[in-house]
């Protein structure tokens, strides 16, 4: 019973693993849902090519799910109000992503609130001043 | 005193030695310049500075009256086109790190600026996200009749009354799509279009001015590429200059996870 355990996890980890290492762009998101996740801060990755939120999800039992957030990269997100010391571990979100289709716990950003009341989103173009607003001479 | 006598004997010395290697008909003509052909491509207009797209993810044309143009419902494609263009839209073609050609680095959706630093023989267009320059030689230069394919080609302008006329070759064939990262990759209604492909034969010819009272850029791209197209494909991209915006670093693989959507790119795996 035990051997049969064992193998099944093995099983189960090899086969999440092939999944998560199989490349992808952000259609692997399903854009046509969206997913809250209330939960604490693990880790924040400030990295190229993408930042990374890593949120332990506690479900109504108490059982932790941990998420992976994909947001932009990080110069996108400074444009945005992003820092890289913006989110500690133990910080409490509140989490809005696209989830992975696959139903694996990724999911792509949509907006994260902080503790503060603070909303930001993944990173987004700079807002287009209008024409006369930008002195050229 | 010494040191000038010594300053004023080398001097001497350096013009008997200049003399005699030359010789005194051949130094009394003027030695070849690009004089003639910089004079030819005077710049009249200052591209100089940073620059953002006018396009967002949720309006690609961004403001009128100065719309960039939409890409294609039906481009022409050749039959080596449509196929091409059916590989792109497999989202697994999508590489993070893979450079952009010259045409989608003159993306028309601001994600990221550009900064073009103009020079008197040379003009210099560097992306936010991009390690490779777009450099466009304005010294009256043609291009090499030897080139070797390069992501970005090899491009030369000249001026035409305050258009800065480029025109680019020598593309090696692998960029990404002319029209984006990919399809579905992020949401505009742009995404549903078909990917733009483009070929080792492809040919720019873009038309750069100042528009809107200088505020503007106007990129008018001419894209020839006999073997993905039947005709030409002719759009516009507009960049609005911001004085108030600096360029950041970007470094495409500093930290890839298996499960973000630039794994095998920035592993070395493309």
């Not at chain 2, 030819?40 to 500075?49: D, H, I, L, R």
Request: proline share 8%.
């Amino acid at each position: 019973m035990n051997t049969l355990t064992t193998s099944m996890l093995a099983a189960l980890a090899l086969s999440l693993s092939m999944s998560s290492s199989a490349h992808h762009s952000f259609a692997v998101f399903d854009r046509t849902k969206t997913v809250v996740l209330t939960g604490i801060v693990k880790e924040f990755q400030w990295a190229n090519p993408h930042a990374w939120i890593q949120v332990n999800v506690p479900d109504a039992r108490g059982r932790i799910t941990e998420w992976g957030v994909e947001c932009g990269s990080p110069n996108m997100m400074v444009r945005t109000g992003w820092k890289k010391n913006l989110l500690k571990p133990g910080d409490k979100v509140v989490v809005t992503v696209n989830p992975l289709r696959d139903g694996h716990p990724n999911g792509a950003l949509i907006t994260i609130k902080l503790a503060d009341g603070t909303v930001l989103g993944p990173g987004n173009t700079p807002k287009l001043l209008p024409l006369g607003a930008v002195t050229t001479k | 005193m010494l040191s000038s006598m010594r300053s004023r004997r080398s001097w001497t010395s350096a013009s008997i030695v200049l003399l005699a290697l030359c010789g005194i008909a051949a130094c009394s003509r003027p030695a070849p310049t690009l004089t003639d052909a910089k004079a030819a491509s005077k710049p009249v207009s200052q591209f100089t500075g940073v620059w953002i797209p006018t396009g967002s993810f949720e309006d690609p044309a961004g403001p009128a009256p100065w719309q960039n143009t939409p890409w294609p419902e039906h481009p022409p494609f050749t039959q080596w086109g449509a196929a091409e263009s059916k590989r792109l839209d497999d989202h697994s073609s999508f590489r993070a790190c893979t450079p952009t050609g010259p045409v989608f680095f003159m993306w028309e959706i601001g994600l990221f600026p550009i900064q073009i630093v103009q020079a008197p023989d040379q003009l210099i267009i560097l992306r936010e996200t991009n390690g490779i320059p777009r450099r466009i030689y304005t010294d009256g230069r043609a291009h090499p009749e030897d080139l070797e394919p390069t992501w970005m080609g090899h491009s030369v302008g000249h001026w035409e009354d305050g258009v800065l006329v480029v025109d680019t070759i020598g593309l090696n064939g692998k960029a990404r799509a002319l029209n984006g990262v990919g399809a579905n990759a992020q949401v505009s209604s742009e995404d549903a279009k078909p990917r733009m492909p483009s070929s080792d034969a492809l040919h720019l010819v873009e038309r750069f001015k100042l528009v809107a009272n200088d505020e503007l850029l106007e990129d008018e791209i001419t894209i020839n590429d006999a073997k993905a197209y039947t005709q030409p494909v002719v759009l516009k991209h507009y960049f609005q200059r911001r004085p108030d915006i600096d360029m950041l670093e970007y470094n495409c693989n500093d930290y890839p996870r298996d499960d973000t959507v630039a794994s095998d790119s920035a592993k070395g795996r493309t």
